[in-house]
């Protein structure tokens, strides 16, 4: 079993910053790409953020300037740091990784999702 936990969420003003972190716990063998999602108020989810295992990073327009997705391998974790934050960011944040697990089985796994909040 993997478990990814996610921390950072809270409420801030517009303009300010937050960092996301989402960490991978179990029976890990290799974390290829980790991805960000966040789902707003009444809205689907959607994507925000990738970061592959070779550190390559691409991120949805809504965000491209203002977000920026990092990873360490060592701890199985990675981080979004959110800038200059717009009321429309206001969503719960999701994580995702695709993991191989010890027993070499590959599949999608998603945090419980982080609350950041962005007051006007």
Same mark, same amino acid.
């Given at each position: 079993? +993997?478990?990814? &936990?996610? *921390?950072?969420? =809270?409420?801030?003003?517009?303009?300010?910053s937050?960092? @996301?972190?989402?960490?991978?716990? =179990?029976? /890990?063998?290799?974390i290829d790409?980790?991805?960000? $999602?966040?789902?707003?108020?009444?809205?689907?989810r959607?994507? /925000?953020?990738? /970061?592959?295992?070779? =550190?390559?990073?691409?991120?949805?327009?809504?965000?491209? =300037?203002?977000?920026? /997705?990092?990873? #360490?391998?060592? !701890?199985?974790?990675?981080? @979004?740091?959110?800038? %200059?934050? !717009?009321?429309?960011?206001?969503? +719960? $944040? $999701?994580?995702?990784? &695709?993991?191989t %697990?010890?027993?070499? &089985?590959?599949? #999608? $796994?998603?945090?419980?999702?982080?609350?950041?909040?962005? *007051?006007?």
């Open positions: 079993q +993997v478990q990814l &936990v996610e *921390s950072g969420g =809270g409420l801030v003003q517009a303009g300010g937050l960092r @996301l972190s989402c960490a991978a716990s =179990g029976s /890990i063998f290799s790409a980790m991805r960000w $999602y966040r789902q707003p108020p009444g809205k689907q959607e994507w /925000i953020a990738t /970061i592959t295992s070779a =550190g390559s990073t691409n991120y949805a327009n809504s965000v491209k =300037g203002r977000f920026a /997705i990092s990873r #360490d391998n060592a !701890k199985n974790t990675v981080y @979004l740091q959110m800038n %200059t934050l !717009k009321p429309e960011d206001t969503a +719960v $944040y $999701y994580c995702q990784m &695709v993991v %697990t010890t027993a070499r &089985v590959l599949r #999608d $796994y998603w945090g419980q999702g982080t609350q950041v909040t962005v *007051s006007s």
